[in-house]
């Protein structure tokens, strides 16, 4: 299960973070309080910066060290230990 601001690398190799978003529906009593999450392609500075992070992340791992990236709204990527067993 994802969580809003974690970052992943979809299949087509592109960069994305996890995003919560209101969902309105005109005519419905509940409008805007449905909350969905959905994955926001970055643009090309972040997709370099984090084909480079990701390089670094495989070492951590690979020293047995699981931790993850995220960005938060101010653009700041900060890495975090992992919150699950799940490698993205």
């Known amino acids: 299960m994802a969580y809003d601001g974690e970052l992943v690398k979809m299949a087509n190799g592109r960069w994305a973070r996890f995003q919560r978003c ?19 392609e970055l643009d090309e500075r972040y997709q ?3 084909d480079e992070v990701a390089d670094s992340l495989a070492q951590y791992r690979h020293r047995g060290i699981p931790v993850q990236a995220r960005l938060d709204e101010a653009q700041r990527l900060t890495l975090h230990p992992e919150e699950s067993s799940a490698l993205h």
């Open 22 to 40: 209101q969902v309105y529906r005109p005519g419905v009593e509940d409008a805007g309080e449905t909350m969905m999450l959905i994955a926001v």
């Open 48 to 50: 370099l910066l984090l």
